[in-house]
């Protein structure tokens, strides 16, 4: 299984960006989640989709500013980030898990290698 993450890279506070991941197996059998990591801090729980996109669940720091969502068809998931934040920098992670999702990061299986977003004050 692979994960590859895109569309990381420098914004502007307020601005957007558009993440994306793309994933080799059976993309329409797995949970997908997003998780991210700023210097020096753990890595944290960003959000995730269900198989079937019937249910999103959000971190409370990125509700109603970042959505998830996802195209089975082309194997990809997206975030899409609006009203970006200075503490929104970090290595974003694309996750997945064929059991479930969750906020946990030891409870995912597969991981990206990560995209940058720096967001500038």
């Known amino acids: 299984v692979q994960l590859i993450e895109s569309g990381g890279g420098l914004v502007q506070a307020g601005g957007s960006l558009r993440l994306s991941c793309t994933a080799s197996?059976?993309?329409?059998?797995?949970?997908m989640g997003w998780f991210r990591q700023a210097p020096g801090k753990d890595r944290e729980f960003v959000a995730y989709?269900?198989?079937?996109?019937?249910?999103?669940y959000y971190a409370d720091s990125v509700k109603g500013r970042f959505t998830v969502s996802r195209e089975n068809a082309k194997n990809t998931v997206y975030l899409r980030m609006s009203s970006l934040k200075f503490e929104d920098t970090g290595v974003y992670y694309c996750?997945?898990?064929?059991?479930?999702?969750?906020?946990?990061?030891?409870?995912?299986?597969?991981w990206g290698q990560g995209t940058q977003v720096t967001v500038s004050s």
């Open positions: 197996g059976t993309f329409t059998y797995w949970f």
């Open positions: 996750s997945a898990d064929p059991r479930l999702g969750s906020a946990i990061v030891t409870s995912w299986t597969y």
């Open positions: 989709i269900t198989k079937d996109s019937g249910s999103s």
